[in-house]
């Protein structure tokens, strides 16, 4: 688990994610990540120019899939092989939780109640990406898991940090300046380091170079569900 | 289980579906039922006028979800209470296992190659649905799981028998009258009549009335998750 | 959840035990009940008999199985069905997690130290209810689940609470006191009686009369593996 | 799949035991795999010289056992990677259900009835064994749990080849040697190498020797697990 050593950066969060088992598959997932990661909606959302209902039908999808992201890393910690990887594992699906109630007063900022949140119907978008990752915990192991929820936990991070360092982003009144923000700060990118390295311990014991292809499928889907998350809620007819 | 009793019919398996916990399920969400047993793909297969390319593309994710289908069936041999369930369940999912093969087979008519079809991207729609109920057998208990599956082991039965009785079904000349007629077959429908009796008596040992509002949100999903499946594989976008 | 209200003692958690969901398995799994609770091995130590050897291979199995139970525990957040839930039984697992570190110092002074708890191989008794456990989360809901996992989480603060209450008990010289108060402390009541709540609300949404002899027959068998549990680790041949 | 040869026989099963992933587990838990397969049980088996009340109360519990088993084969099924592994073990699970009745008519001729077996309470042997590899399943990824299925699919294979084999086993008038038989078979030769054949396999594309020391520790406990199983059914006071 990495120390909080005040003026760890997203840069250095930047070199961090070139590195390991998380740099290789991110290298070798280049078409998927570069279509998540710098999604249209990512850049409207740097320019600002993100319409407001597109951004809270996405708040209202990312709340409801914090409640399935923190169900994974429950599995996870049910999975893991030692009890320091049980904390560590435990103490991101606390994060999860805890933050859920930031997010819960980001999104009233935005107009959307907790309980409305919780009534909305689950997207198309959601329901792939959520069960897809309980679903991996189910069928594999603790690294199949892993390798499946770091296209998250690292992605956001990355977004965050690339945007807030990009001279292009616009901040003076920029709506989603704060939302920015909140994926660019240290604790996001430590928590991100920590997946990181939870994830290279794993693949130290349970890895072996046969096992690449199969987790490099799981993070490009992964990839690819992301990239998709960004438009979640979005098909009208779906949701009913 | 039921026995093959030769003359039972499409019609009799129209008035069975009424009947029971399946038959309340479906009466409560017949909103989303409709939706999806009479879709308009559903009616473009009836008139014979569906694109063939929109055929060929649903019957790869078909294939593709049959084997996260099989996977869901044995989850339930794992979960099931019983001996005789567990039998009942394994009977199911073997079947879904053997029918691959047939399908395998209808499919190279089409000019489907299993190997194509296995390499192809799994959808936005297949993922959803098909670990939305592979989830649900983890997060649940067998009832829950049933009561997911019975969407599609029904619901196909329905939509072959009200097709196959239906007199503005085209049947001279069109292209998808065998696969209507498959799953009117009399075969279908005993599988879906022991899909409907395994439920029952799962209800009648795990059920209650506390249960029934979650059952119904989740057969309302699995409902909305069908309807969306028929167009599965047309979002290019997503499978890259 | 309960809150922490000074004042609160074994006397009204004892009170508590007689009611709901909890005082009903209780009630009618009596005989394997008492034989759990009114062990031999407890009143040993109620007496201040019970040899330190045999005290220390139960505390050696005690370590690891609470690295199975806070697994369970794990298990039980990803089942559960409302947010609430997930935050109250994520707060179980991390005392669970935590505690261990207090149950490693106490283990510290009878001369046991985490690594060799650590190399123990687990006992017969410790496989068979650990597993117990989480295969009951894998075959059932997170009702099935709870009812398992209570006959530990209550017990053990039935049992230090009642051999405190007791004027039998030995205090003066008895090298156990300090294990009996831990389980009789208002933290530990507090922890009981909020496992009897989620256990009683979840009862409420997931339960029906149907599923009570299930979920007796199961109680039965968690009474019985604690029962055959205060002999953990005393069957040598088996731990080679 | 190994085809139906007729001449396969014991021995050449026995050469098969020594080869792959398998035949070096075995070798580097030849401790526990000799207390296993060589245990007094089954010397008294080879002499005749078994109690009758023993050998009851075994096949009570394999009874039982055989149910959870097939669980566990079930959940493979759902875990596997491929289409033609889920099919394989598939069969394998079909097996172990159908076998089940040959087991219930040769029971009876013991004087034990489908109803009272079903009835007997799981010993703690039962309890421990078939929850660890239920377990297994839910924590590790499909070859974590074919290591541990592998213990008891090729483990009485070579039972009942090396003791019939064997000249110090007495077949005349020995009330064992229809089991002793059954296990020696080629059917049950051939159903143990699909279990090798299929371990292998998932071996060469989930391996990796990174795994080998927890697969080992695995297939260790396991072997453990059915050394003690032999006189599962036995601690009367367990079964209440």
């Known amino acids: 688990m990495s120390e909080k050593i005040p003026g760890a950066t997203a840069r250095t969060f930047l070199a961090h994610i070139e590195r390991g088992l998380f740099g290789r598959l991110r290298r070798d997932a280049h078409a998927e990540w570069a279509a998540y990661t710098q999604h249209e909606f990512v850049r409207c959302l740097a320019l600002g120019t993100l319409p407001a209902e597109d951004f809270r039908a996405f708040l209202t999808q990312d709340y409801l899939y914090l409640i399935q ?7 996870a910690v049910c999975k893991a092989d030692t009890l320091d990887d049980m904390r560590a594992l435990a103490r991101t699906m606390g994060h999860v939780l805890d933050e859920m109630q930031l997010h819960v007063g980001y999104c009233a900022e935005w ?3 907790e309980s409305a949140m919780q009534g909305a119907p689950e997207s198309l978008e959601l329901l792939a ?23 998250c936990a690292v992605g956001y991070g990355e977004v ?72 979640a809620g979005q098909q009208r007819n779906f949701l009913g």
């Open 160 to 231: 965050g940090a690339r945007l807030m360092a990009d001279p292009a982003t616009v901040k003076e009144g920029n709506p989603y300046l704060r939302w920015m923000e909140e994926y660019a700060s240290d604790d996001y990118a430590f928590s991100a380091i920590a997946a990181m390295e939870t994830l290279e311990h794993t693949w130290a014991v349970r890895g072996g170079e046969a096992r690449y292809p199969l987790l490099l499928k799981d993070f490009r889907t992964a990839a690819r569900l992301e990239a998709a998350f960004w438009r």
């Open 69 to 75: 992201y923190a169900r994974a890393y429950a599995l």
């Open 111 to 113: 107009g959307l109640t």
């Open 129 to 151: 990406y959520s069960r897809f990752l309980t679903d991996k915990g189910l069928a594999g192991d603790v690294l199949d898991l892993l390798v499946a929820l770091a296209a």
